[in-house]
């Protein structure tokens, strides 16, 4: 096949700014020479969150009208507009279609559906009989606003696989497509296929969009056990013809319309499961390559700079986008600690800096999620709300300079056969032995103050522990240990998840590191047991204050 070029990217035209791409060698396997600078985050609204995350909130229950409706979607498309984010990614299904459909089943297609409908599909059909389309209103709004809209389409996922009201006709009526009995489909079939390059062609007949994301995060799995490699030709195929989709749909608009593809952060995780990103790009059919987590722990240490390599030349010609979630965790199976305006700038920062072109956000549309409380100067516990400081620090490298940053270890998940990059923690501390951490922090900072945190597993003698850590051979001062300030809780209905690193660890220790010892890019922490048992390290950040 030939591959054709594809125009120069460009952001809304009523933000009038040229996205270039950053000089500098493809195919290097370090940073660029310069960073990054980014043009802020695409934000992933799902399904659930377009009808139940509306911003100023509305609980939809059937007693608004059609014009309280539309001004709630398209408010909600002012904030974010007004928050700076120039991508929406809005998503239309998960089993079933939450707009109108020809080709798929809606969620209100059950036999009685003001019976049937329940959850939070139920505010879709509530907001179908007032005639109101949400995605309609919503790419309407981003157009006048200036953020580009674009459809997201989860590949396959499998949520409420039990509850025949939201799974598809078609995976009831057929289990032989299925991978196994309760699974996704196998995209080896080629009826398969068919039902999802439908829903696409639908989509871009119906909706003035900038283009479709192909989730195929949501989930990763797509063929049966073993089959991989032999199923890769199959998406190889089908990436082909919803390219050509996209083609046909831009000579019909008179704009570019575009395909995006979210696929794992790591390149030889992604392959193994059949999903071969890199020739995607090199084909063409691919403008805008997302790198991501699977859902918890997000990946921090995505290596942006390996997807450049392997894609060669061609990557000059698609977006690599360092996607992120939610949650944040430092060994399996322990805390889960929420996305906050300080790790995201750290992401940025380090995703910029090692060659993305952009971030994008997963599971951050609910502004609720980002509510904090903290005391205030008189005393007074107040609540505050980081979500539209976020949006505005992500995806931007000199707002993610400006303020704090921290630099969090996490890991891949799940772990895939032959992975470069195994998991860093838990690493346990003895007498006479030295475990390595390595962190990568961005842009080599200048001034200000530089703290490395260590969280300890609770285990015998914790408080009497002593550690000697080191910063790229230079030694780090020990300084008080880190505590919650008052009013920071745990989730109220999940104690694994908490707001604040203080809760992570039973014990989280702080040291200070020379300024002028971190590097750009990569830093490698050293950390040494000095005094007391064996203790086990779960969490480890470095965290840069300006």
Same mark, same amino acid.
């Given at each position: 096949m030939t591959t054709r070029a594809r125009p120069r990217w460009l952001l809304p035209t009523a933000l009038g700014i040229v996205l270039g791409l950053a000089a500098g060698p493809s195919g290097a396997a370090t940073p660029p020479e310069r960073a990054r600078p980014g043009r802020g985050p695409i934000v992933n609204v799902a399904a659930d969150g377009l009808v139940g995350c +509306?911003?100023?909130?509305?609980?939809? $229950? =059937?007693?608004?009208?059609?014009?309280?409706?539309?001004?709630?979607?398209? /408010?909600?498309?002012?904030?974010?507009?007004?928050?700076?984010?120039?991508?929406?990614?809005?998503?239309?299904?998960?089993?079933?279609?939450?707009?109108?459909?020809?080709?798929w089943d809606t969620y209100w297609d059950v036999d009685n559906p003001d019976a049937d409908v329940t959850g939070w599909p139920r505010a879709y059909w509530l907001v179908h009989k007032k005639g109101v389309d949400p995605f309609e209103v919503c790419v309407a709004r981003c157009r006048e606003r200036g953020v580009s809209p674009w459809l997201s389409m989860r590949m396959n996922d499998t949520h409420y696989i039990d509850d025949p009201t939201k799974t598809n006709t078609l995976w009831r009526r057929h289990p032989e497509w299925r991978r196994a009995e309760k699974s996704g489909y196998d995209f080896a079939r080629k009826p398969v296929r068919d039902h999802y390059l439908a829903l696409v062609e639908? +989509?871009?007949?119906?909706?003035?969009? $900038? =283009?479709?994301?192909?989730?195929?995060?949501?989930?990763?799995?797509?063929? /049966?056990?073993?089959?991989?490699?032999?199923?890769?030709?199959?998406?190889?195929?089908?990436?082909?013809?919803?390219?050509?989709?996209?083609?046909?749909a831009a000579a019909r608009r008179g704009h570019p319309v575009k395909?995006?593809?979210?696929?794992?952060?790591?390149?030889?995780?992604?392959?193994?499961?059949?999903?071969?990103?890199?020739?995607?790009?090199?084909?063409?059919?691919?403008d805008m390559l997302i790198l991501a987590s699977v859902w918890r722990p997000s990946d921090t240490d995505i290596p942006v700079e390996r997807w450049r390599q392997r894609i060669g030349p061609a990557a000059e010609r698609v977006l690599l986008v360092?996607?992120?979630?939610?949650?944040?965790?430092?060994?399996a199976g322990g805390k889960l600690m929420a996305d906050d305006l300080q790790s995201q700038r750290g992401f940025t920062a380090a995703m910029l800096d090692r060659g993305a072109d952009l971030v994008y956000l997963f599971n951050h549309f609910n502004v609720g999620d980002f509510r904090r409380s903290q005391k205030g100067p008189d005393g007074r516990i107040a609540e505050c709300n980081e979500h539209a400081a976020l949006l505005r620090a992500a995806g931007r490298l000199d707002a993610s300079l400006e303020g704090p940053r921290r630099h969090v270890v996490t890991f891949h998940d799940p772990a895939g056969p032959d992975m470069p990059n195994p998991r860093q923690l838990p690493a346990a501390l003895a007498p006479g032995k030295v475990a390595q951490v390595h962190v990568h922090t961005g842009p080599k900072p200048t001034?200000?103050?530089?703290?490395?945190?260590?969280?300890?597993?609770?285990?015998?003698?914790?408080?009497?522990a002593r550690l000697a850590v080191r910063l790229n051979g230079r030694p780090c001062v020990p300084i008080e240990d880190l505590a919650a300030p008052d009013g920071a809780k745990p989730h109220p209905h999940d104690p694994r998840r908490v707001f604040h690193v203080a809760h992570v660890a039973r014990r989280m220790m702080q040291f200070d590191a020379p300024v002028d010892a971190v590097r750009r890019g990569r830093n490698q922490v050293d950390l040494r047991l000095g005094a007391g048992t064996d203790q086990k390290v779960i969490w480890l950040e470095i965290c840069i204050v300006p």
């Open positions: +509306l911003v100023p909130p509305l609980a939809i $229950d =059937g007693t608004h009208s059609k014009e309280e409706l539309t001004e709630a979607f398209r /408010k909600t498309v002012d904030y974010y507009a007004g928050a700076g984010v120039p991508y929406l990614f809005l998503n239309v299904c998960y089993m079933r279609a939450a707009c109108p459909s020809k080709v639908e +989509l871009l007949e119906r909706y003035d969009c $900038d =283009g479709v994301e192909l989730d195929w995060m949501r989930f990763p799995w797509h063929f /049966k056990p073993g089959e991989e490699q032999q199923g890769r030709a199959a998406l190889d195929e089908f990436m082909r013809r919803a390219d050509e989709l996209a083609r046909q395909i995006a593809a979210r696929i794992p952060a790591v390149p030889e995780f992604a392959e193994a499961l059949g999903m071969d990103g890199v020739a995607w790009a090199r084909h063409g059919w691919v360092a996607g992120t979630d939610l949650w944040l965790q430092g060994v001034g200000g103050r530089v703290t490395i945190r260590v969280g300890l597993e609770d285990m015998p003698a914790v408080a009497e």
